[in-house]
DNA sequence: AATCGTTATATTTGGTAGGGTATAACGAAA
DNA sequence: TTTCGTTATACCCTACCAAATATAACGATT
């Protein structure tokens, strides 16, 4: 007893990551601040790694995770699409469940 | 089309790591050769790295994993106990078990 | 007691991913 | 046309982790 079982899952297309568990940190961070700098402060991560995180987000999806815009009013910002905010929501179902999942194999463990 | 979901899943105990991918890889080489450094020059790591991880292993395990002896015939060797045959078995068992069920979860991404 | 190939451990060396810093580009608003 | 807070990007630099190296301890066998 007192064994935790824990798990990373991510998805990859062609050998890039789309989203992971810091990235969808990361895309709700934006949701919640309108902006890219203030979601990595929001985090503590530096604003060069959340841009190379959201970069490669945009890249590897099929569609545009977020509308990045520079200058204009209040200097730009960055905003979820309806797709981004998709698929933060069907990246978190699918965690949850494999937690679920997980926690229930775990008894083949714990009876050795 | 195109996604790949990928996992990895570990186990703790009281923060520390009993089993994990490596540390799988790691005594499966041990049951294969007979001896840590036998099995660290297969799996390519460093004799340090392999020890540090089999050590960890058998501080957080119930029952001892592996029955090391220093020297003697051969200058000692590492075996695998019941009690670690059994676990790599419920692990490999419990990680397969995790890739089916993401791979069929993955369609809620897919079909966004 | 000498040999051997291990396990076990400390110390040094080195490569690299990431952070810090700086700055350009941008466009709406005043 | 000046200001402003962003996005976007280049460059250096360092802190950390992993690898390399060295060496002690060990015990069956001869």
């Not at 989203?19 to 601040?33: C, F, P, Q, S, Y």
Request: hydrophobic fraction near 35%; charged fraction near 25%; proline fraction near 1%.
């Amino acid at each position: 007893m007192g064994y935790k079982i824990k798990s990373r899952i991510w998805i990859e297309s062609e050998n890039n990551v789309l989203l992971g568990e810091g990235r969808v940190h990361l895309l709700k961070a934006i949701n919640d601040t309108g902006s890219l700098s203030k979601a990595a402060k929001s985090l503590n991560i530096s604003y060069k790694k959340a841009w190379q995180l959201l970069d490669s987000v945009n890249k590897s999806a099929k569609k545009p995770v977020t509308i990045n815009s520079i200058g204009g009013k209040g200097g730009g910002g960055a905003e979820l699409t309806e797709y981004g905010k998709s698929l933060i929501k069907a990246f978190d179902e699918i965690n949850k469940n494999c937690w679920a999942f997980l926690d229930e194999q775990l008894s083949k463990i714990e009876q050795l």
